[in-house]
């Protein structure tokens, strides 16, 4: 699993709350990404960063927020969740021989009600 | 948008027999990748293959790229019930600084 964390596993929430999904590695990878999993659309990419305090954009970026302060922490936050953002979130990191892998986590299933 | 098709989106299959998935990109690539996700779990890298290799293998895996046709294949031989699983091929473009496009995955039933 490459050292790759994921907190929490589930979580059920409300419209409008603001919600924070934490990825955590341990072996000082720089590439890190977050991505969603809807049926029907595969893996969607929301953000990544490629190292402390620099982020980008990726397809599906709106109504969604990311911040890297430590190396070995991406969190992924929704300001105000709605039912469209309920999906299954998967981090992952970039690393393998060559450096162009990538490694995912176990997963977050986020419900929005 | 998708970069990545893969067809069948489904396969059921006798464990034993071979299985083949099939994957279709639009735009240029440096790599293609394949990566398998059991249920409930996070996607689990396969191989990769250069945008100048046209055939690669690995264990019972065997992947084929025609870069002309901008399509790619996943061969498993002789299937196993563990083999059950959903199967995603990864499009790495040239410029899009090594971000993977995933495909919406064919997803692998190997019946015992």
């Known amino acids: 699993d490459a050292g790759i964390t994921q907190s929490p596993r589930h979580k059920v929430t409300e419209t409008g709350t603001p919600v924070t999904l934490r990825c955590h590695q341990t072996?000082?990878?720089?590439?890190m990404y977050w991505y969603r999993q809807d049926p029907g659309h595969g893996l969607r990419l929301i953000h990544y960063?490629?190292?402390?305090?620099?982020?980008d954009k990726g397809e599906v970026s709106d109504g969604y927020s990311v911040s890297r302060s430590k190396t070995e922490d991406f969190l992924l936050t929704l300001e105000s969740a709605t039912s469209s953002q309920t999906s299954v979130y998967f981090c992952?990191?970039?690393?393998?021989?060559?450096?162009?892998?990538?490694?995912f986590g176990p997963g977050t299933r986020l419900t929005v009600l | 948008s998708q970069q990545g098709e893969e067809d069948p989106q489904a396969l059921s299959i006798q464990e034993g027999e071979n299985a083949t998935m099939n994957c279709s990109y639009k735009t240029s690539i440096n790599n293609l990748q394949w990566y398998r996700q059991n249920s409930g779990r996070g996607l689990v890298h396969l191989i990769l293959?250069?945008?100048?290799?046209r055939e690669k293998h690995s264990g019972r895996l065997r992947v084929t790229l025609d870069t002309s046709k901008k399509s790619s294949s996943l061969l498993i031989t002789a299937s196993r019930a563990a083999d059950t699983a959903s199967y995603f091929c990864?499009?790495?473009?040239?410029?899009?600084?090594?971000?993977?496009?995933f495909g919406g995955g064919t997803r692998l039933m190997v019946k015992p």
């Open positions: 992952a990191i970039r690393g393998g021989r060559a450096n162009n892998e990538q490694f």
């Open positions: 960063s490629y190292g402390v305090k620099d982020t």
């Open positions: 072996e000082n990878h720089r590439y």
């Open positions: 990864a499009t790495d473009p040239n410029n899009a600084g090594n971000m993977l496009t």
């Open positions: 293959i250069r945008s100048n290799e």
